[in-house]
């Protein structure tokens, strides 16, 4: 009983590094998502994928790359880390059925980044 | 664009008290709303939603939310609160039927619930 799955949970940077999240789901779903969540602020959208192969910018996407090369795995990436991308990064996914997106997510646990 | 505002950033209330947290909404479109649950040091589960149909939804474990159209407003309740729904809460919407948010939702910046013994 998987559903999402996000490694690793913790890690440290130092500033300029690079690091990729990966995000695996296991519940055959199109939508994938990555948010990341700052003290005061919610969650905010960082990049999704409507499918295998497809990518797109969300609210706050600078600094930040992801790629979708299979369904079930969704990589977030940062080339060069810096403080202000200190956060904690959850990935979700969502089904589409009977012609729309509900918007009903299924998280992941988290994965804190600490970019010193 | 969409927005959500969450009036309370810390509520603070008794074991077997009522509570109520505030969500108010704003977009051009129709909407689907949910709130979900986030535990200390877990991810965000679902707790409720509004798709369509009745304005008063209700989650398995006592909580209960209207949607006010008029009022762009989906508070949460629960009439008598457990030390267990100790958490923090977050309103969120996307776009409702027929709109292209591809599932993204927009979130409030999260009430954090404490019950106290």
């Known amino acids: 009983n998987a559903g999402v799955t996000q490694t690793p949970k913790f890690r440290v940077l130092k500033t300029g590094q690079s690091m990729t999240l990966l995000c695996a789901q296991d519940?055959?779903?199109?939508?994938m998502y990555w948010y990341r969540q700052d003290p005061g602020m919610g969650l905010r959208l960082i990049h999704y994928s409507v499918g295998e192969g497809t990518t797109a910018k969300g609210e706050v996407p600078d600094g930040y790359n992801v790629s979708r090369l299979k369904k079930q795995n969704f990589l977030l990436g940062l080339e060069s880390a810096a403080p202000s991308q200190t956060s904690v990064y959850f990935c979700?996914?969502?089904?589409?059925?009977?012609?729309?997106?509900?918007?009903?997510?299924?998280f992941g646990e988290g994965s804190r980044l600490t970019v010193l | 664009a969409q927005s959500v505002t969450q009036l309370d950033s810390q509520v603070p209330v008794f074991e077997e008290a009522p509570v109520e947290l505030r969500c108010n909404y704003s977009?051009?479109?129709?909407?689907?709303l949910f709130w979900y649950v986030q535990y200390p040091n877990q991810g965000l589960q679902l707790l409720l939603k509004y798709l369509s149909g009745s304005t008063l939804v209700e989650s398995i474990n006592g909580f209960e939310a209207e949607f006010n159209k008029s009022q762009t407003s989906f508070h949460l309740r629960k009439p008598s609160v457990h030390i267990s729904d100790t958490a923090e809460y977050f309103c969120?919407?996307?776009?409702?039927?027929?709109?292209?948010?591809?599932?993204?939702?927009?979130f409030g910046q999260g009430t954090i619930l404490t019950v106290h013994p």
């Open positions: 977009s051009s479109v129709s909407v689907y």
């Open positions: 519940m055959n779903h199109e939508y």
């Open positions: 979700a996914s969502s089904l589409y059925s009977g012609g729309t997106n509900t918007g009903e997510l299924f």
């Open positions: 969120a919407v996307s776009g409702g039927a027929g709109g292209t948010s591809y599932g993204k939702l927009t």
